[in-house]
DNA sequence: TATGAATGAGTCTTCATTCAT
DNA sequence: CATGAATGAAGACTCATTCAT
């Protein structure tokens, strides 16, 4: 293990706030925003909640913690998926790595849910929350304009609107499965996305290549 | 008017409940579902919290009736303007209608992300919540099928996949408003909702119907 | 009893927040202020704690309102036992009647111990101390100066001075008997009072007046 | 330097209590002793409240130390300045160091009034604070009885009641400086003292001696 | 029907203290 | 000697709920 300069273990700071993080994120899946005191992640973590406020100042603190890490954690998992993959290709893979539906991928959309439930009525909240959305669509606005780059979509196409067309229809679908998952058999959720791409390609693919 | 044996007109008492419903609305809306008491929502309303326990037994009654009322409105709105359409436009407006975004849109769905939120965690409220996207969802089901029994669409359409595709993009969009409202041109969501029908339409319409 | 327009009690309101205030005076006089907390102030009304949040909005505010009730009845005390004296004599009894030992003076010099001690290191606090301060050392200047006219004391005077010599000395001698009350035989306070202000006489006072 | 076995310097350790307790008086003016925790004073020394630990087993016990080394060193500040005086200016001069404002007086007067506060209600702390005021009323009645000694003042003068006086001065003008520093112009503290004193003298001193 | 006083449980937060390294 | 992680108790505060008027 890493060692600081005094011979205490370095990093471990950082690694016990994530796992905070991860036990508020389970018990909040769990019980519901409401319903989770510090108490109840302390006993998830198996501790007090003395632990906690010596990692967090803030109740408030440990929540926004939480939420970037797993939303970082979910831009992360896209870019991995998509490193060594090009062309309109590469959207598809992005984007249908995140509608796979699991237990894990249920639990991160409830957490979405959550998080966004929580910043209606607070405007800082909001404002942070927006940006995370907006990095989600800047990401996919960028893989467009390369594709327009490459000649895979067409110039005149209009990046902004497309871009939030797809975020929106990720986000919905994130919306349906955090209510009813079990409601969808496997493959439907990409199958939508699929459908949803496949409109894009179609309105604004350049013939010759993705299409012919 | 209708009177009770006392001389007080009937439906007084559920006119009452609706004006508590809406006063909740607006201050959950104002201050997030977390922040917003009992107390503050009979400041809203110009009375004591005293009242709100002569109309409702509980808080969980209030917020339940609240969203309840708010998504009856929404679909008898949806009902209302679709009701002399017909064809595919029946569709168009219906959904259409939905995603006009001014202020009182944006509300609508900043209180749906608020009760999503809510619901994450208490299986009796995400049952309830799950029924009346499942309601929406037949709505649109019902709708397209009605398409096939006209021979607008082609019947072999995978129904109930398409109405959750729209209900998806219905809720995305929705999604997208709520975080940053202003970042909508006017126009900019129908125009995405046209796009996404237009893709059914064209992926499952009848020649010599709508496509020509 | 006074009512309100709407046959509720009228003013109760008021006098519950003073009896609290009472309550909170005597705790803290008892616990020291560090230890004592709301629910040892509820105790000694026989109540909740509940109670004490319905009519406080802080803790802070409740001392306060404590805080001021005491000074002001000190004030009152004064004005009212000076109401009918005049000439040198009124400062005497103005101020005897303020160092007369005996169990409620205790207390209420403790309690000024108290605040002056949770003054320091708070600026807000302290300015609020401070202006009860000078109000009470702009009443004895304003009895100086009402002396100067009629006669009494010189003109020349430094009032700004001798009213803070008194207004030390009157403070100094509070400190000592909150410390040890029982070193302190009847009369003795008054003794050293009676002293000081004799010096002002003997200083500033006019021949033919008081001195003769 | 004295030594101990391993080649520690003795008296670190009592020099770092002191250090502590200087960080602590320090800490107190600045936050209050309510809000003023070991982790503050551990910050202001530069270290963590481990150190703190080291040295005192209680906090009380920090706080008990650092008061005492308050007054002593105030204490020791009078019997130097004084040490090569005689007479009745002798009183003159010990008290005059003691009213002398300067940034270093305020705050030494703001620790006395904290502690002051913190002592009502706690009747070890009483009585601790209690003997510290005797010893200073004892000083200055050794200072008196030593005067009548040496013919300066008369006998009969009641030697208790005039130290008290005295004390009673002191810590009124202490309160006053403490309350508004700003309020007292260089001298005017001084000035008062002197008043009183010249008082004292007035009534008690035996012509010839200092009146002439 | 409405008021607002009172309750009391629940939660967050702070903090002195202990202890392994 | 010093660090900082962990404890756990204590206190303030919030708030839904009840109830007498």
Redesign the interface.
């Known amino acids: 293990m890493v060692k600081s300069k005094r011979g205490r273990p370095f990093g471990d700071h950082e690694a016990r706030r994530v796992q905070i993080a991860a036990a508020a994120c389970r018990v909040?899946?769990?019980?519901?925003?409401?319903?989770?005191g510090l108490a109840d992640i302390a006993r998830e973590m198996g501790c007090t909640t003395g632990v906690l406020s010596h990692y967090f100042s803030d109740k408030e603190q440990l929540l926004l913690f939480a939420k970037n890490y797993v939303f970082d954690q979910a831009f992360e998992r896209a870019a991995r998926v998509a490193a060594d993959v090009s062309g309109f290709e590469r959207l598809r893979v992005m984007l249908g790595e995140s509608v796979r539906i699991d237990s894990d991928m249920v639990e991160r959309c409830?957490l979405l849910?959550?998080?966004?439930?929580?910043?209606?009525?607070?405007p800082r909240l909001?404002q942070i929350?927006?940006r995370r959305?907006?990095r989600f669509w800047r990401l996919i606005e960028a893989e467009l304009t390369e594709l327009q780059r490459t000649g895979v979509l067409a110039a005149q196409m209009d990046v902004s609107?497309e871009a939030?067309?797809i975020?929106?229809?990720?986000?919905?679908?994130a919306?349906?499965i955090?209510?009813?998952p079990r409601?969808w058999k496997p493959g439907?959720a990409e199958?939508?996305l699929t459908?949803?791409l496949d409109?894009v390609l179609?309105?604004h693919g350049v013939r010759g290549d993705g299409m012919h």
């Open positions: 909040m899946v769990r019980m519901g925003i409401a319903k989770a409830r849910t959550i998080f966004n439930g929580r910043a209606v009525g607070d909001m929350q927006a959305n907006e609107l939030r067309g975020t929106a229809m990720m986000d919905g679908l919306d349906q955090v209510m009813k409601a439907e199958a939508l459908i949803y409109g179609a309105r």
